[in-house]
């Protein structure tokens, strides 16, 4: 708790001690080099993609409807406004006239139901489905009894309308996905759209042009000199690949302009002089998650217990130094249906821990490592590296988990390998994070029928509320449903939550334009400012 | 004049060089020190105690502590038997490879000797640590994987070795004279001519064992060797990385890295020794 302070106060001090700069002109030109330590997989499609780091790709050179602001608000883009019908069932987008893509071509209503149409498509091979399945005539159009989805209604070139069979609270804040050029893409079989040449060079309508991707180096964009709103102010703008170790000497030798810093790097970069560093309340969550495949995890005694095993407070006050808040469900503090009343906060306790999987049938064998039915409780520990942190967490984990009896067998893998091995669902656990997006839907994740349930988790009162939260368009009932919904999971916990994020975001002082009071979507709002982001000497 | 065995001989000449005694001593202190860690030291090398974490040395931690509180002499000593035990091993799996396969193509020659020496070529053309970046990123980081890696990686030198012993040795009269009395080729290849192979493959195998480790601490520092927690010198020092360790905590990686050095440098000095003892043209000199 005190930690927790500790950063409010530090957030507050820092967000007075930038000073926002009086109005300057902007200066064109240089280039801007963004830090990132994880290699994109080369899929840059916003309907297919499923990385983060993708993504990234994605948000610079696509634009999608509507894009989400730093206090979290939907905001034209593609869109120039939009209409709500009285029920709350019907949307009605007005588009801009004369949104090119970087080929030239015009971007029209046709463009944004392809785009809406493919994820609807029977053989649509991504994981988005869930997103829209409210639509008019949507699950007909899936399951092939219809030809058509008539929920996507094209009124006339710039005017398209969305209908759905229900109300559905997330649905306007599910409009930024990127508009994919129809006439590059409606040719393709959607079944085979996953291997399309195109994921490895997009094609958008965003304020960056795509110029190349090189593994372990960077992707190269460069200033779409056409863009409808204004010629981004950089040039070249560059994802620079960085190994977490290096990243404060490419701080010092400018070798990139802006990165996420890890805690423990925060007092060496902040002695840099002219690297800022801001504190942000991320919207994410990090969390170690259980096969529920597998019969010993089945029973939430042993998950409970081993959440009572480990000492995630130690974790986030002695190796994330403070900055990370310890998390019970998966709804971070930064989002408005975050809520503690009646949520378990299982403080470590070794002693529950052990008395509870003896209570469950597990006792000691010869080795000292618990058995039930000849099995013993050993199991393997999928780590993506990359990160100091989550490794010294890992160790961590298997030495408390050692105390209760358990032996978890660290596996440290390459991101992308682990990312394989778990869409593949051969692991016993894994850690990783989930960067969420504004609206607190858990459907796409937590749902038992969405392909990112990666636990496999399904309970009856979980699927109930996650299916009534989105029908609900009064804000404070759907933060009740909310609320119990994050009391069900505390309980039945598929995955152990560690933290919710704190990051650390560290910019070169030449960079101007950023906001400097940043959001959970810090001091870019997540990539939105690149294209209004100028450089001084 | 008194008679004097050969092995005798050979270890007088050893104790003239300085240096190879020095080596040796070294050597056996390590060795005795691995072996006798628990002794010598109440941690436990893989016990984090995040709460001392990044202590400099002191009474109670004679090297300080890294970045997960664990005792670094402790992690220095354990450390050493693992690096130990992976330049043995694995040297022992690449010798027993190499002495078959170099005394099978020494003794037969022919298509024997052409087979296995282009594979032994093929093994040596591949650029030894990045085959073994592969190998190990395929199979996953652990001990045994290591060993097995360097084991099979190394073998074709041992082989080159001892086919060459092989071929000059097979036509000596010895050599001819048990074969004529009707010894089989495996007791003519293992017990008469083996024993008079020994003594390259003894120089050559104790060098092997100095790169050996150099790999091993080469592979785990770049997280494909031994994963952790279990430490060896290598993995130690990958976990020294960080920028702000290099620069104002070197008791980090000091103890690794000058273990390292100490060790390949005195096993390199016991095995220049032992060539010069082997060595016959030495007795012209004495």
């Keep these: ?537 | 004049m008194k008679q004097i065995s050969q092995s005798k001989k050979i270890w007088r000449r050893f104790c003239r060089n300085k240096l190879a005694i020095l080596g040796l001593v070294i050597l056996i202190f390590f060795v005795l020190v691995s072996v006798f860690a628990p002794f010598l030291t109440n941690y436990d090398p893989n016990r984090s105690n995040l709460r001392n974490r990044n202590l400099p040395p002191s009474g109670d931690h004679l090297f300080g502590t890294d970045d997960m509180g664990r005792d670094i002499f402790a992690r220095t000593l354990y450390g050493g038997r693992i690096s130990l035990s992976v330049g043995l091993v694995s040297v022992g799996i690449s010798l027993s490879i190499g002495v078959v396969l170099g005394a099978v193509a020494g003794f037969f020659g022919g298509m024997f000797d052409t087979v296995i020496m282009r594979i032994a070529d093929v093994f040596y053309s591949f650029p030894f640590m990045i085959l073994a970046i592969t190998i190990s990123s395929i199979f996953g980081p652990s001990i045994y994987n290591t060993m097995i890696i360097l084991g099979i990686l190394s073998w074709p030198s041992s082989a080159r070795l001892l086919r060459a012993e092989f071929l000059k040795l097979k036509n000596t009269d010895f050599a001819l004279a048990a074969t004529t009395i009707g010894a089989n080729p495996s007791r003519v290849m293992f017990r008469h001519i083996l024993p008079n192979a020994i003594s390259p493959l003894l120089v050559s195998a104790t060098l092997g064992v100095a790169s050996a480790i150099l790999s091993e601490a080469g592979l785990s520092f770049l997280g494909l060797g031994v994963p952790p927690p279990a430490p060896s010198w290598g993995n130690m020092l990958n976990r020294a990385r960080p920028l702000h360790i290099l620069a104002s905590m070197p008791w980090m990686w000091l103890p690794p890295g000058i273990a390292i050095f100490v060790i390949v440098l005195s096993i390199n000095f016991v095995g220049d020794g032992l060539r010069d003892a082997f060595d016959p043209r030495q007795v012209m000199n004495e």
């Design chain 1, 1 to 537: 708790m005190k930690k927790q302070l500790v950063i409010v106060l530090l957030l507050f001090v820092l967000s007075l001690s930038v000073v926002v700069s009086a109005q300057e002109v902007p200066v064109l030109g240089g280039t801007f080099r963004y830090g990132t330590t994880v290699n994109p997989r080369g899929m840059f499609n916003p309907i297919l993609y499923t990385e983060t780091y993708d993504g990234y790709v994605i948000d610079v050179v696509y634009d999608g409807l509507i894009e989400i602001d730093a206090n979290l608000q939907p905001q034209p883009k593609v869109a120039k406004a939009w209409e709500v019908s009285e029920d709350g069932l019907e949307i009605t987008f007005y588009l801009h006239e004369g949104i090119r893509f970087h080929d030239g071509v015009e971007l029209t209503a046709e463009d944004v139901a392809y785009t809406y149409m493919t994820i609807l498509h029977p053989d649509y091979t991504g994981v988005r489905f869930g997103t829209f399945n409210m639509l008019v005539g949507a699950q007909e159009y899936k399951d092939g009894t219809q030809a058509t989805v008539p929920g996507i209604e094209i009124i006339d070139d710039y005017t398209i309308k969305f209908s759905t069979n229900r109300p559905h609270a997330p649905l306007l804040s599910s409009f930024g996905y990127g508009i994919l050029p129809a006439h590059l893409l409606a040719h393709i079989p959607v079944g085979e759209l996953e291997t399309a040449e195109f994921n490895l060079h997009p094609i958008g309508s965003g304020p960056f042009k795509f110029v190349e991707f090189l593994t372990d180096q960077h992707v190269t964009f460069e200033a779409n000199e056409e863009y409808f709103f204004g010629r981004p102010n950089i040039d070249t703008l560059v994802y620079q690949k960085v190994s977490q170790d290096t990243i404060p000497i490419f701080l010092q030798q400018n070798r990139i302009d802006f990165i996420e810093i890890s805690p423990d790097q925060f007092l060496q970069v902040s002695d840099l002089g002219h690297i800022d560093t801001y504190i942000y309340e991320a919207l994410s969550y990090s969390y170690i998650a259980f096969n529920l495949r597998q019969e010993r995890f089945d029973d939430v005694a042993v998950r409970q217990a081993i959440t009572y095993g480990f000492d995630r407070q130690l974790y986030v006050d002695l190796i994330r130094e403070g900055f990370g808040i310890v998390a019970n469900a998966p709804m971070p503090t930064a989002s408005w249906a975050y809520t503690s009343e009646g949520i378990d906060p299982y403080h470590y306790d070794p002693k529950k821990a052990a008395e509870m999987l003896s209570e469950a049938g597990w006792t000691p064998g010869s080795d000292g490592i618990l058995q039930k039915d000849g099995e013993r409780l050993e199991f393997e520990f999928l780590v993506p590296d990359g990160s100091r942190l989550t490794e010294q967490m890992a160790l961590l984990f298997q030495q408390n988990m050692e105390d209760i009896g358990i032996k978890v067998n660290l596996m440290f893998m390459e991101f992308s390998a682990a990312v394989d091995r778990v869409d593949a669902r051969e692991f016993d656990t894994f850690t990783m994070s989930w960067s969420l997006a504004v609206d607190p839907d858990p459907y796409s994740i937590w749902h038992s029928t969405s392909l990112w349930n990666d636990p496999g988790f399904y309970n009856e009162a979980s699927d109930r509320l996650i299916e009534q939260g989105r029908l609900e368009t009064d804000l404070e009932k759907r933060k009740e449903i909310y609320a119990d919904w994050q009391r069900v999971i505390n309980y039945e916990l598929p995955s152990m939550f560690l933290n919710y994020g704190v990051a650390i975001g560290a910019i070169n002082e030449r960079v101007k334009g950023i906001d400097a009071d940043p959001g959970p979507y810090g001091p870019l709002v997540g990539r939105q400012l690149l294209w209004k982001i100028w450089l001084a000497d």
